[in-house]
T-cell receptor, first 114, second 114 residues
């Protein structure tokens, strides 16, 4: 009965590689998000999608490309991985972005760049 | 520019006593505030929220207080239990922001000792 699920949970890869992280929510929510938690533990929003449409793109490098095939899925593809991309990436969803509805988070994907 | 700040990185409390976690914000446009709880290797879990039209919201052992003039909110946990040991994040947004972006503080690690 997992609400927001991300795969993989851990991802270790070489600099310069391309990788994807998948996210799915079964809550029937309209809005999905990607957050990055850096080494200083700050959680910062990267992207927000509402019903498959991009709403927020927070000055994230072009190497990061989100894709939403339907409103229950928001995947994150990262090209040419760099050392600074090492972080924990969290997917989240909410009933409707911009309204006072709490966001529900997945358990995170721990990305380590060697 | 850190718009949401949690100035105490850690807090230690005895079981049964009150835990008070504090959060300050700088953006007067924020009108919705949330607290999340996070265990290691898991995603943040929504705990309680408050709208700016209120100054208090209570849910069981958890109460959030909002002081808009001071731009300060606090989370009270009474009585504290060992299972409450986790990192607590304060977050803020404003109703009409596009896409439901949450701005997070850096977290306070609560340790409740038996």
């Amino acid at each position: 009965d997992t609400a927001v699920s991300q795969t993989p949970k851990y991802l270790v890869t070489q600099m310069g590689n391309d990788k994807s992280i998948k996210c799915e929510q079964n809550l029937g929510h309209d809005t999905m998000y990607w957050y990055k938690q850096d080494s200083k533990k700050f959680l910062k929003i990267m992207f927000s999608y509402n019903n498959k449409e991009l709403i927020i793109n927070e000055t994230v490098p072009n190497r990061f490309s989100p894709k939403s095939p339907d409103k229950a899925h928001l995947n994150l593809h990262i090209n040419s991985l760099e050392l600074g991309d090492s972080a924990v990436y969290f997917c989240a969803s909410s009933q409707q972005g911009g309204s006072n509805q709490p966001q529900h988070f997945g358990d995170g994907t721990r990305l380590s760049i060697l | 520019d850190q718009q949401v700040k949690q100035n105490s990185p850690s807090l230690s409390v005895q079981e049964g006593r009150i835990s008070i976690l504090n959060c300050d914000y700088t953006n007067s446009m924020f009108d919705y505030f949330l607290w999340y709880k996070k265990y290691p290797a898991e995603g943040p879990t929504f705990l309680i929220s408050i709208s700016s039209i209120k100054d208090k919201n209570e849910d069981g052992r958890f109460t959030v207080f909002l002081n808009k003039s001071a731009k300060h909110l606090s989370l009270h946990i009474v009585p504290s239990q060992p299972g409450d040991s986790a990192v607590y994040f304060c977050a803020a947004s404003h109703l009409y922001n596009q896409g439901g972006k949450l701005i997070f503080g850096q977290g306070t690690e609560l340790s409740v000792k038996p």
